[in-house]
């Protein structure tokens, strides 16, 4: 007879995660300071730390002595057919959580809250998107941007590109084959951060939504995210929450010693007291 933790689990996920000995996770290789690839070309961010907690959390349900990570690389583009598919059993990435894609996937508690804005070249006098008529706006593909830029531009009358990552998106505005990018206000610091010059950049412009950032997976497998739920609303309800902060959000990162100096706003405070997966649209 099976011991309890060899036991076949509720969850998909989890039997393919101890009949493989490997855990797949899903990350981004410009998505500083969430999910990026450091100096190593290694996975890191408070995302793939937050990854590494629920993988921990499997490894000792399923009573494994050892728990493999296989990390994959994913765009905007491609993280919920990944999902859909099972090629990853969780992204760790500021994912935002909508209605919209809850059609496909689910969403863990939002485990940070931005704002979505538009990084310009502080000499470019563009501070709103009144300002963008006859100019080119970049976001990245099937990135939550990706949505705004589509939907304002009959409005604005700008021309839009869609690239293939934050990073591409980035080259775009740097080369001055764009004049704005439009993303999540936190990771267009980090792009601003790693910049030859980052005194060239601002953020500007009202916020076009709030955002509740989580991690992505299965939508057929409510006990695995019951698993990544309760993992993360234990790491939120102590210290160790505080120390992830300031470690991506306010402490040099890197051999450039890129730092963002982002304190916790309010809201990002509440998703941490209050776990939630609720969507704010």
């Known amino acids: 007879?099976?011991?309890?933790?060899?036991?076949?689990?509720?969850?998909?996920?989890?039997?393919?995660?101890?009949?493989?000995?490997?855990?797949?996770?899903?990350?981004?290789?410009?998505?500083?300071?969430?999910?990026?690839?450091?100096?190593?070309?290694?996975?890191?961010?408070?995302?793939?730390?937050?990854?590494?907690?629920?993988?921990?959390?499997?490894?000792?349900?399923?009573?494994?002595?050892?728990?493999?990570?296989?990390?994959?690389?994913?765009?905007?583009?491609?993280?919920?057919?990944?999902?859909?598919?099972?090629?990853?059993?969780?992204?760790?990435?500021?994912?935002?959580?909508?209605?919209?894609?809850?059609?496909?996937?689910?969403?863990?508690?939002?485990?940070?809250?931005?704002?979505v804005r538009m990084l310009v070249r502080a000499d470019s006098g563009i501070r709103s998107f009144g300002d963008l008529r006859g100019k080119t706006v970049v976001t990245s593909a099937g990135s939550t941007g990706d949505r705004h830029v589509r939907r304002f531009k009959g409005q604005y009358g700008y021309h839009d590109v869609y690239a293939k990552d934050h990073g591409e998106s980035f080259l775009l505005l740097e080369s001055g084959r764009a004049q704005a990018f439009v993303m999540d206000d936190v990771l267009l610091a980090g792009l601003r951060a790693r910049a030859k010059d980052p005194s060239q950049y601002v953020i500007v412009g009202p916020a076009l939504s709030v955002e509740q950032n989580a991690l992505m997976l299965s939508k057929a497998d409510p006990e695995w995210k019951r698993l990544v739920d309760q993992t993360l609303a234990t790491t939120f309800a102590g210290p160790e929450v505080v120390a992830l902060q300031q470690r991506w959000f306010q402490q040099p990162i890197g051999s450039r010693g890129i730092n963002l100096a982002l304190a916790p706003s309010g809201e990002v405070r509440a998703a941490w007291k209050h776990p939630s997966d609720a969507v704010t649209e």
């Open 1 to 115: 007879m099976l011991a309890p933790a060899q036991a076949r689990a509720q969850s998909p996920v989890l039997d393919k995660i101890r009949d493989a000995g490997t855990i797949v996770l899903g990350y981004r290789e410009s998505a500083l300071p969430f999910s990026f690839a450091d100096d190593k070309g290694q996975p890191a961010g408070y995302a793939v730390d937050l990854c590494l907690r629920a993988a921990e959390a499997a490894r000792q349900k399923l009573g494994l002595k050892d728990l493999k990570v296989r990390w994959m690389p994913l765009t905007p583009q491609n993280r919920i057919p990944a999902v859909v598919n099972g090629l990853v059993d969780l992204d760790c990435a500021p994912n935002t959580n909508s209605l919209e894609r809850q059609k496909q996937v689910a969403f863990s508690v939002s485990h940070y809250v931005s704002t």
